[in-house]
């Protein structure tokens, strides 16, 4: 994004920062992205021969990997942040951009304690019993390094490098300007909304760079799983956190990525990616909010059993009505309800113009692949990833945290065979599922929903007297202008307050027949609800026809006067 008031000197740093993308790119091969972007207009194509010719074994895919990797932080967090959304991009280049590795060289030790110490305002040696000078992890944004508190316990210290923000937002206004650039002057897009997407993954890699939101993202998780004997999350060691220094327990363990040295600690993989697995499914599907950044090397087996995670830079929310749609697809599926499929996929996306007749009969081709099969031999990284083939053919524009329950789904049963081939995840996610349309169901929610439904007719109701009054008054008092004489005022305000109570009562019945219809159509809901729905539905239906007859009479009425 272009910011005002840039100096001249910023500009020419944008303008080099450009040429090197393109220089980049040249070396990889991709020209076709040059001219796609729209780079060119920054100067000429560099005349040098790509380290990567176009004929050679690497795919097109893993050279866009391999230019992130080159091109710094920003463009690599993007590039995981946007490997999830295979609603937007190829599923191939989904698996290439999920490899991307963010290890760098190390800041001196020298630089690190000077961080520290600026941040925490105190020296290292009263702030930690013990720190180790080698890190034990780095990366582009920071790195990780083992100490010791005064109360004996081991933690992880991730520092912030110096500078990296400056870095970022630089690149962070290139990208956003050049979205905004191509979505002006060309549809490379197509339908995406592609200005909205890249302020989104803006905004979340700003909140990497933000130690103290990380922390929160992090504790937030350790409270909700302090007492689950299966998983581990780090406590935040606040006194030593801040928004550059971040202090969490240290997890001693092996990453899940190393299968060899699993193997070699004898860990059992099968158990491991099931614990994984419901761990993140009870966030998904119950919590709202989970752990984003699904790379195995996010995860460690410790030694007594337990998952642990590490690294809460990235956070997915996803909102109540997201989640049940997700399942509404699911159930969908394993119904044969091609109705239920494609009114949710269409209720979820935001193409009004989209060819429903079409999209029906590309859903009853996925759906017949699935229906009878059991749940717990449908393959849900499978249908996950052709719901969101559907979505981008049809440019649904849904959601990104709908798009994003899809994706992860697609990722997490990738770790979970990656650990055990023989992993079921439709078995895992039975219960879930199960558990979430026996909950939509039962008297209690469709109760609140009923509820909620009278509760929007009321505050309708309760504002319609007062708007009118203030319609009235306005009338009155020659404030507003209207083409017609009002006579007979006590008669209209009557008249008026006639309609009202018409509509009130119309707005209760319609809230009646929705509740009603809702019990009927309630997936897995037990006999006596559907019973108690025909019933109410018969005699809510009778009220409308009563109300709708005696208006007709009245007005036959009226005209015989």
Not at 176 to 181: A, D, I, L, N
Not at 249 to 254: H, K, M, P
Request: hydrophobic share 45%; net charge negative; proline share 3%.
């Amino acid at each position: 994004m272009r910011v005002r008031g840039q100096s001249s000197a910023d500009k020419m740093r944008q303008f080099e920062r450009h040429r090197e993308i393109i220089k980049v790119l040249a070396e990889e091969g991709l020209h076709i992205v040059i001219a796609a972007a729209g780079l060119r207009r920054f100067g000429p194509i560099p005349k040098h021969a790509p380290k990567t010719q176009p004929d050679s074994e690497v795919t097109v895919e893993e050279r866009i990997r391999r230019t992130l990797e080159r091109l710094g932080p920003m463009f690599v967090k993007v590039g995981q942040a946007i490997s999830t959304r295979t609603d937007v991009i190829s599923p191939e280049l989904a698996t290439a951009l999920s490899k991307l590795q963010d290890d760098v060289a190390p800041e001196s030790f020298e630089v690190v304690r000077s961080v520290i110490e600026a941040e925490l305002g105190a020296s290292l040696e009263e702030l930690f019993a013990h720190f180790d000078e080698v890190p034990a992890a780095s990366a582009s944004i920071g790195q990780v390094h083992k100490a010791t508190l005064f109360d004996g316990s081991s933690v992880a210290v991730k520092v912030q490098r110096p500078g990296v923000q400056g870095i970022v937002e630089r690149d962070i206004g290139i990208v956003t300007s050049q979205v905004r650039w191509l979505d002006a002057h060309t549809d490379v897009f197509g339908d995406i909304d592609a200005v909205s997407i890249a302020d989104e993954f803006a905004l979340a890699v700003r909140e990497e760079l933000d130690y103290i939101k990380e922390a929160s993202n992090a504790e937030m998780l350790w409270r909700a799983f302090r007492d689950d004997e299966s998983v581990a999350f780090p406590r935040v060691h606040w006194a030593t956190t801040t928004s550059k220094v971040l202090t969490l327990d240290w997890l001693d363990g092996v990453r899940m990525n190393r299968l060899e040295e699993l193997d070699s600690s004898g860990a059992n993989r099968a158990i491991l990616a099931q614990r994984g697995i419901n761990c993140y499914l009870r966030q998904m599907l119950e919590l709202g909010y989970f752990h984003a950044d699904a790379h195995p090397g996010n995860y460690f087996a410790l030694p007594d059993g337990r998952v642990g995670f590490t690294d809460f830079g990235r956070m997915g929310w996803i909102s109540e009505e997201s989640r049940h749609r997700f399942i509404d697809l699911v159930w969908a599926a394993i119904n044969r309800d091609y109705g239920l499929a494609t009114d949710t996929l269409v209720a979820v996306g935001n193409n009004p113009a989209v060819d429903d007749v079409a999209l029906r009969r590309e859903v009853g081709r996925l759906i017949n692949k699935y229906h009878g099969r059991e749940l717990g031999r449908i393959n849900f990284a499978e249908l996950s990833a052709e719901m969101l083939g559907l979505i981008r053919n049809y440019s649904l524009g849904v959601p990104s945290d709908f798009a994003l329950i899809l994706g992860t789904f697609v990722v997490l049963e990738g770790v979970g065979r990656m650990l055990d081939p023989e992993f079921d995840f439709a078995t895992t996610a039975k219960p879930y599922i199960t558990q979430v349309v026996q909950e939509r169901s039962s008297p209690e929610v469709l109760a609140g929903r009923g509820l909620r439904a009278f509760g929007h007719a009321m505050r309708v109701l309760e504002q319609l007297p007062d708007s009118a009054d203030r319609v009235l008054r306005r009338l009155s008092k020659g404030e507003v202008k209207v083409s017609v004489r009002v006579t007979g005022y006590d008669d209209l305000l009557s008249r008026l307050q006639e309609l009202v109570n018409r509509l009130a009562f119309a707005i209760i019945v319609a809230a009646l027949i929705i509740g009603f219809a809702s019990l009927l159509s309630a997936a897995g809901a037990p006999a006596w609800v559907q019973y108690v729905g025909q019933i109410g539905l018969f005699a809510a239906f009778g009220i409308s026809f009563w109300f709708f007859g005696s208006i007709i009479l009245a007005r036959l009425r009226g005209r015989k006067r």
